[in-house]
């Protein structure tokens, strides 16, 4: 699985587990709610570091992409026909701003790097 699907199945979990605390509480069930403080606590310690996992790959891969040798701004026409664009440009990579490598590079508008001026 990816990290993303992984962060979301933790998330659901922890989701689950903070109804079943309410309900304890409800109840008054103390033992069920030291046991589902400490389930979140897991949990949300298991998602902490699977974000920082994916922080360090995003990062890893910015530095990749700002290793090749070109990058620009690309136009409106070719962002409008990237396939065509792509196959006339060996080894091209397109960063959007809006996606997470994009935040963490912090483009303002959609990039392309390549190994040679395109």
Same mark, same amino acid.
Request: charged share 30%; proline share 2%.
């Given at each position: 699985? %990816?990290? %993303? ?5 933790? %998330? ?10 309410e309900a304890a ?7 069920? !709610? ?23 790959? %995003? ?9 090749? *040798? ?13 396939g065509k664009f ?6 091209? !990579?397109? !960063?959007? &701003?809006?996606?997470?490598? *994009?935040?963490?590079? *912090?483009?303002?508008? !959609?990039? *392309?790097?390549? &190994?040679?001026?395109?």
């Amino acid at each position: 699985m %990816n990290l %993303n699907q992984d962060i979301q199945q933790l %998330n659901n979990k922890i989701d689950l587990y903070r109804r079943k605390l309410e309900a304890a509480k409800l109840r008054d069930d103390q033992k069920s !709610v030291l046991q589902f403080k400490k389930e979140l606590s897991t949990l949300s310690r298991k998602v902490a570091s699977i974000k920082g996992m994916r922080g360090a790959q %995003n990062a890893g891969k910015a530095e990749e992409l700002k290793a090749l *040798g070109f990058s620009r701004a690309l136009t409106k026409a070719e962002q409008a026909d990237m396939g065509k664009f792509k196959k006339t440009v060996r080894g091209l !990579v397109v !960063v959007h &701003p809006l996606t997470a490598l *994009g935040k963490e590079m *912090g483009i303002s508008e !959609v990039t *392309g790097y390549a &190994p040679a001026k395109f």
